[in-house]
């Protein structure tokens, strides 16, 4: 069975950088991508940016497009989200989390997650 162990949180100031790295352990991720989700203290976990696994398309949340690079590397079986120009509200656990499905941006089409990672940008 596949696991998910996210890396690379941590406390960052406003306009910096962060990079967030997914590593599947266990068995080669087969899955049809791999999303990133993040929740905020008191508020629903939401949709980041997904990435197909095979094509590398890539997919993001409106609040995130620009700023956040999400990309794969196959040889390490791995996903990462690149964050730049780091906002307060961007302040979140980050979730990586892998799907067969295709419907990249809802967090109930994913049967695979991490145990996430705090992200915290201060103002």
């Known amino acids: 069975q596949v696991q998910l162990v996210e890396a690379g949180g941590g406390l960052v100031q406003a306009g910096g950088s962060l990079r967030l790295s997914c590593a599947a352990s266990?068995?080669?991720?087969?899955?049809?991508?791999m999303g990133w989700f993040r929740q905020a203290p008191g508020k629903e976990r939401e949709f980041v940016a997904a990435?197909?696994?095979?094509?590398?398309?890539?997919f993001y949340a409106d609040s995130v497009k620009g700023r956040f690079t999400v990309s794969r590397e196959f040889a390490k079986n791995t996903a990462y989200l690149q964050m730049n120009s780091l906002k307060s509200e961007d302040t979140a656990v980050y979730y990586c989390?892998?799907?067969?499905?295709?419907?990249?941006?809802?967090?109930?089409?994913?049967?695979?997650w991490g145990q996430g990672t705090q992200v915290t940008v201060s103002s």
């Open positions: 266990g068995r080669t991720f087969r899955g049809s991508a």
């Open positions: 989390a892998g799907t067969s499905g295709s419907r990249w941006n809802r967090a109930m089409e994913y049967d695979i």
């Open positions: 990435i197909t696994w095979s094509g590398g398309s890539t």
